[in-house]
């Protein structure tokens, strides 16, 4: 039988064809990624990553995949960073400047960066307190405008004058006892990458789970701490006979247990 094209789309109406994206896939395109239609989780933590200083890998990944962009990544306990986030904390205005030509949300922090004084004035006077904020990583305002060199110069000289842009975690000191008994893994459910591992190194103790970034911890006092960019979140470490036998982590309603191995 021969159908015309009026016909067919008449057909259409009363019965709506399924096609899978597999037979409406071009020949020779990609299979979609697990993920989809979320970006894959690999590409957004890579493009965060490189954000913060290879602009050629930068412009390789949104070219291929633009909405790379405005992705945003959680290194742990909801200290999420975008790719502009990224240059903007560590001063590199033409990753800054490429990121914004394609589409990536600039904020705050990216004007301070950047030496924005005019904006970054009327942000503080229209938020009063504003200046005390910290973005990814717990990095003040004054962080990143030291991080923006001789082009924020004048920026970091109205930030210092507010006297609060450049907030410090309090980081109370540990005793030699308390220092020796808290690195080791410490578990909280039966696969390899169910454990946390609590380790010191040259800038204090870190916390990290398997495949995932270390994370700075500050010390609050009694043995609770605050890791870098997540306030709210509290690891509290229990002991016994000296030693830590088991760390809560604590985020909200969330409340995980892990003892040591």
Not at 225 to 239: D, L, M, N, S, T
């Amino acid at each position: 039988m021969v159908v015309s094209r009026r016909g067919f789309l008449e057909l259409g109406a009363l019965a709506p064809v399924s096609i899978s994206l597999t037979e409406f896939r071009l020949k020779g395109d990609a299979a979609e990624p697990s993920s989809f239609p979320a970006q894959e989780p690999e590409l957004v933590k890579e493009v965060v990553t490189v954000a913060h200083g290879n602009l050629a890998r930068v412009k390789e990944l949104v070219t291929a995949h633009p909405a790379l962009a405005r992705a945003s990544w959680d290194w742990g306990y909801g200290d999420w960073e975008t790719p502009i986030d990224a240059a903007s904390h560590v001063g590199n205005r033409a990753i800054a400047e490429f990121l914004i030509a394609n589409g990536a949300r600039p904020t705050v922090f990216t004007a301070v960066m950047m030496g924005q004084l005019a904006l970054v004035k009327g942000f503080v006077e229209a938020s009063p307190g504003v200046q005390r904020m910290r973005g990814p990583h717990g990095l003040t305002f004054a962080a990143h405008a030291r991080a923006g060199g001789a082009g924020a110069a004048d920026v970091l000289k109205y930030l210092e004058s507010l006297g609060d842009a450049d907030p410090h975690y309090p980081d109370l000191p540990l005793t030699d006892d308390e220092q020796v008994a808290m690195p080791g893994d410490y578990g909280f459910g039966p696969d390899a990458t169910d454990r946390l591992t609590v380790a010191k190194g040259a800038r204090g103790f870190t916390i990290q789970r398997p495949g995932g970034s270390p994370r700075n911890l500050f010390h609050q006092g009694g043995l609770a701490f605050i890791p870098a960019g997540a306030e709210a979140v509290r690891v509290r470490f229990e002991r016994a006979s000296g030693a830590a036998t088991a760390l809560i982590v604590e985020d909200g309603p969330l409340r995980v247990r892990a003892t040591r191995a």
